[in-house]
Structures are given as structure tokens and as C-alpha cells.
């Protein structure tokens, strides 16, 4: 795996609230400092390409979806993700939400089903998710990267 991955900045969504400081001061790479005792439940999804230029495809589909982040009910922030190796590139998201019953309520979306059926057949997917009792985003992004460049090993 490669060890570069490249992050998009944080994008708040409407229940972001759960996070005292997510909506204000970060360190300018989409982190605020410390944690919060709001819980919260976090999703990490990555997605690899039997060929290298469908990764464009969802990339921009991932864009798409970013830019609507905003108006999804019990979204708190959300990051995308692309690992840029030319050969076996990978790109998904870490996704924190309010409630799993929220980020079902996503999976489910007309939009979001749109692109899964899409790309079903043009590579292998693999997502975790996991809560936790207080969000940080520090520490989330931190155990997102280490699965996602192995140095943890994704649940089974």
C-alpha cells in the first residue's frame, strides 16, 4: 500500500454541534484540537479499481456527494480520501455521523445507491465502522489512516 494519502478538508455537516469546535478554529487541515462527550458513530469506506481510470469516475462522484454534505440529516463531518498510486490508486471517505440510523439513512439515498450500483462490478469495496462515546477528530482521522494504509488490520 502506498503511504501517501491525500485528504480533502473537513466538511462539517448539520449536526456537527455534537463537536465543540468543529465549526470554528482548526490547525488549517481540517482539524480541530481535543475530543468532545458528544458520541458519535464513524464510518470509513475505501474503494479500489480493477482499473486504474475508473478511479476517476468516482472520485468526481465522491465530489458530487461532498458538496450536499451540508443537508443530510445527522451528518457531522465528513473527509475524502485518495491514495494517488498510478497503478492501484483507492480513494473513500471517513464518514462521522450523529447515529448508525443516520448513516443508514445515507447508504440508503437514491444518489448514493446510484453510484454503488454504478461501480459494484468495476472493483472491490470494503467499510468499517465503529463508535465512539466522545468524538475527536484528531484521533479519528488517525485510526482511519492507519487501517487505510496498514498499519491496523480491517475488522473482519
Not at 464518514?95 to 453510484?115: N, P, Y
Not at 479519528?140 to 492507519?146: K, V, Y
Amino acid at each position: 500500500m502506498s503511504a501517501t494519502l491525500w485528504f480533502t478538508p473537513w466538511k462539517p455537516g448539520p449536526a456537527a454541534d455534537i463537536a465543540p469546535g468543529v465549526n470554528g478554529q482548526s490547525d488549517g487541515k481540517g482539524r480541530s484540537g481535543g475530543g468532545t462527550d458528544g458520541a458519535a458513530v464513524v464510518s470509513v469506506t475505501e474503494f479500489t479499481p480493477h482499473r486504474p481510470l475508473t478511479a476517476l469516475g468516482v472520485t468526481v462522484e465522491g465530489i458530487a456527494l461532498r458538496r450536499i454534505w451540508q443537508d443530510l440529516e445527522g451528518a457531522v463531518g465528513l473527509w475524502l480520501w485518495v491514495d494517488p498510486d498510478p497503478f492501484r490508486p483507492r480513494s473513500g471517505s471517513i464518514s462521522v455521523w450523529r447515529t448508525e440510523r443516520d448513516l443508514h439513512a445515507f447508504v440508503g439515498r437514491r444518489d448514493h445507491m446510484r453510484i454503488v450500483r454504478s461501480y459494484r462490478n468495476r472493483g472491490s469495496m470494503r467499510a468499517t465502522t465503529w463508535q465512539t462515546d466522545g468524538f475527536d477528530m484528531d484521533a479519528t482521522q488517525e485510526a482511519a489512516r492507519a487501517l487505510l494504509s496498514g498499519r491496523s488490520a480491517w475488522p473482519a
